[in-house]
């Protein structure tokens, strides 16, 4: 057997192996910056920062609880929760406890 011929047995699992990788770890980038790209042109003249959003988050859950048109009260809020995943997960858990209450 060659010399390249043993080599390529013994290391070649571990070449594709971590071409497998590479592909993984660029196709997550790529979603990564198609996920910003979206963000960023779904940005409006005027946002509401997190500390902002949570301060009215309760009114927001409870008028959701309650039916109202939040889209036409309280759009930035409702924008920001569109675009921020934090936010979201204070809001899932806010709204639960206000179903819970009802």
Request: aromatic letters at 4%.
């Amino acid at each position: 057997m060659k010399l390249n011929q043993l080599l390529q047995r013994l290391f070649g699992a571990k070449q594709k192996e971590t071409l497998s990788m590479k592909n993984k770890m660029q196709a997550q980038k790529s979603e990564k910056i198609q996920k910003v790209l979206t963000m960023l042109s779904n940005t409006q003249e005027v946002e509401m920062t997190c500390d902002e959003v949570f301060a009215v988050l309760d009114q927001f859950a409870e008028m959701m609880a309650r039916g109202e048109d939040v889209s036409r009260l309280m759009p930035l809020v409702k924008h920001h929760l569109a675009m921020c995943p934090d936010c979201q997960e204070e809001y899932r858990v806010l709204e639960s406890i206000v179903l819970n209450a009802v």
